[in-house]
């Protein structure tokens, strides 16, 4: 977009951690495109910094190189959200945005939010109105929160609606605009590296066509020994059946390593990989026989490319993909994930059909609708 500070009233995007990156490319391609919108420069936290967490994915995405770093890294989630508002303060100062988009759920979300709006700056939510009902889960705090402060709130799902009007948010708030993370998918399907690419080693090790890909990451799932090592097994028992390819988080290894299971890792058909870039694991995903996962996104992903899904949850923010899609909640529930994965392997499992707006489209739904109210929004007191 040229030097940021050319550009007073530009709108400022922001991402920070993994699963931000895969939402904001179509959208600032959308936003990029219009002549309508105000120039939008790309500000990265830096809450992730791993080259296989961040430069690889912005690689793979095509997602420009941020306009503005903050550089704020791990902390406690009281540090880290503390420290993105210390740092974005004075960009929005210096660079009086007309809006500033956040999506998703993480740390970053919720504190460039905070900061813009006790700016008067308007705030536009992607991915709005998800619920887990799960208060223990930092995503659900930071998704309740930066929904009750922002002004413009783009919905994934219908029920999203329902949520939202629970907590008081005025309908006019909400736009229903589909899931910018399907626009991603669609638009790089036909670039996805093909598995059998990535899983040359591994076929060597467990020599078999079939596979299933695991990732796990979350706080109830590996923060925990006795978590940990209930998934651990139940991974080692399901590779009897089917072998397994494990794309590690660099949070899990960290427990994997410090909690002493390592081995575990290296008993059954698992095959261990770094953190995999997007169209890696988006071959990964559509070849595979079945995906067991904690993340939100793979839910999803799942869901559009009809691959089924097992969730080591108790609950999902996403139940479209449930009751439309692939997904099924499993837990922690050893019996039950043995017997979908032995359905699954016979009969193919759930199949599931493409939610409503998960059509390549909702970044340039987003875009018009943002256009639109920010042309009929009276000058902002700071222009
Ligand atoms: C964050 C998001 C989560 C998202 C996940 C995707 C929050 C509250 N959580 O969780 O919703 O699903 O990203 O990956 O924002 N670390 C590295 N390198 C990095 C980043 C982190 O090694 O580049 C390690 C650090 O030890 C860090 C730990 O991972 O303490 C956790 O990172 P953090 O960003 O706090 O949360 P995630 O678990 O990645």
Redesign the pocket.
Known sequence: MGNLRDNPGALLCVV????NYMKMAPLLRAFRSRADLPPAGLVHTG????PM??DRLFEDLALPRPDINLGV???T?AV?TAEVMRRFEPVVDEHQPSGVVVV??????LACSLVAVKKGVPVAHVEAGLRSFDRAM??EI?RILTDQISDLLYTTERTAHANLAREGVPAERMHFAGNVMIDSLLFHRSRAVPAARTLQAARAQFGADRYGVVTL???SNVDEPAALRASLEILCEVSGRLPLVCAL???TV?RVEGFGFADMLRTGRIAVLPPQGYLEMLGLMADATLVLTD???MQEETTALSVPCLTMRENTERPITVEQGTNTLVGRDRALILRLVEEIAATGGKRGRTPELWDGRAAERIAAHLAGWLAARPMPLHA
């Open positions: 920070g951690a993994r699963p809450q992730h910094y791993d967490l961040n890294g791990s902390g989630h880290q998703g759920d993480v740390n970053s979300t930092p995503e930071n990451h979350r706080p988080h660099p949070r960290a993340s939100g996104g």
